[in-house]
């Protein structure tokens, strides 16, 4: 019964800080201990304008080689230097991890993404959350979840089709089946740092722009709950300069130390880089 009750609260640790209500009352105590991660010589963080279009240039990749039936894991080795692989985690107890399966992710570099349905404070979450270990809160009180399965894998489909755009797809479905478009979304598989292994990745929140290429969007795998172009799909009709409208936020798994391969990749639930 002991032991029982040991492995309750183990995982309660855990799932605690991905529960929207423990989240709520819990914030801003546990916001006050988040360890920032400054830009410095030692750990050189892109900008949000040169992560933008790192990824713009690897979507490329993605876009072509789908048309000539080539690896995706090909074309990420090639841009990126590395892939990676979802495999049982080296954390006894914590499921399955993310591994780099070859290559070195480089310090600094966008090692994964976060996928999933967003959220505004004030929109609808706490069904969703229930027995949900994949919501992930951003520093502005934006929620993020990344559940692929249940009610929340129905409710971001149905935000895809709603936002379509033409022929476009608005963003990536396909990282809720085993046969993902983006290998990089697959930031809610990380897990959390513990004594004995520190993290090796800090999240960073990315404003994608409203320029961002139509015909790569299929790749970007967040979509807002609340369409916030609900009235212009195009989110432009009335806005002269578009340079500073932001699209879609994402979340990316920025490596805060040289990763290689056969290791694994692990968080802070409470770490960004500033």
Known sequence: ?????????????NYKYRFVPWQIFNWQHERSTIKRIKK???VEIGQDDE?????????????HAEAIHKSLDGVMFESCGFTLEK???????AGEGIFVSRGVVKEGAVAAMYPGTIYYPSDPLLIQSINNPFILRCI????VDGNHRGISKLIYRSCCGRDMIGPYEPCDTSWLTDATKNPLAVGQFVNNQTAQQPANVAYHEV?????FPLHLRKFLP????HNKFSSD???????GDTSEVVLLRVVVLLSISDIYTCEELLSSYFTEVS
Do not use: V
């Not at 019964?1 to 640790?13: P, S, Y």
């Not at 495999?87 to 107890?93: E, Q």
């Not at 967040?222 to 709950?225: A, D, G, Q, R, S």
């Open 222 to 225: 967040n979509i807002y709950y």
């Open 140 to 143: 502005d009180g934006l929620m």
């Open 233 to 239: 799909p195009s989110g432009i009709s009335d806005i």
């Open 207 to 211: 404003d994608i722009p409203i320029s």
């Open 40 to 42: 410095s010589a030692e």
């Open 87 to 93: 495999k049982t985690s080296s954390i006894k107890g």
């Open 1 to 13: 019964m002991q032991r029982l009750a040991l492995e309750i609260r183990k995982k309660w640790q």
């Open 51 to 63: 992560i933008c279009e790192n990824l713009k240039c690897l979507f490329e990749g993605f876009h």
